[in-house]
């Protein structure tokens, strides 16, 4: 499975991001210099955990039949203070179902097999160039 993404700028800090057919709004806040339009990227990144993680112990738990009844997962995250320490992530999993403390371990262990977890726990390798381009009037 390949994903993509694209981000155009629409003025000065805010961005359109395209995936497939969906398209969000990306900025930064006003006292970081951007107009606060959306999301930051940051932000984003910890949405993409808390989602991926609730979509991921959502799966599991109907494979096995389990009414974990509605789920709620907290993603907060510090980035590392400078290159070569660690980034601090912090997800809080929260369901309303009646399920057993062994149920519970178990979506513990089932959440960090999501796929952004298994990204941001394992090795990343990046491939970056910056190409020129004629503008079209």
């Known amino acids: ?3 993509n993404a694209r981000a155009n700028r629409d003025d000065h800090l805010r ?3 395209r995936m497939r057919h969906h398209s969000t709004t990306v900025d930064e806040p006003a006292d970081m210099g ?3 339009a959306g999301p930051t990227p940051q932000e984003l990144m910890a949405a993409s955990l808390a989602s991926c993680t ?3 112990l959502q799966m599991y738990a109907d494979r096995k039949g389990w009414d974990i009844g509605d ?3 907290e993603c907060t995250y510090k980035p590392a203070p400078e290159r070569g320490c660690p980034t601090r992530f912090e997800l809080v999993m929260r369901v309303d179902g009646a399920i057993t403390d ?3 371990e178990r979506l513990r262990v089932i959440a960090t097999k999501c796929p952004v977890h298994r990204v ?3 090795e990343v390798m990046f491939d970056e160039r910056v190409e020129r381009v004629a503008h079209v009037a």
Request: charged fraction near 25%; charge should be negative.
């Open 1 to 3: 499975m390949q994903v």
């Open 15 to 17: 961005h359109t991001v």
């Open 34 to 36: 951007g107009d606060d």
């Open 54 to 56: 609730a979509i991921t």
């Open 71 to 73: 789920i709620e997962v």
């Open 102 to 104: 062994e149920h519970l």
């Open 120 to 122: 941001l726990d394992g």
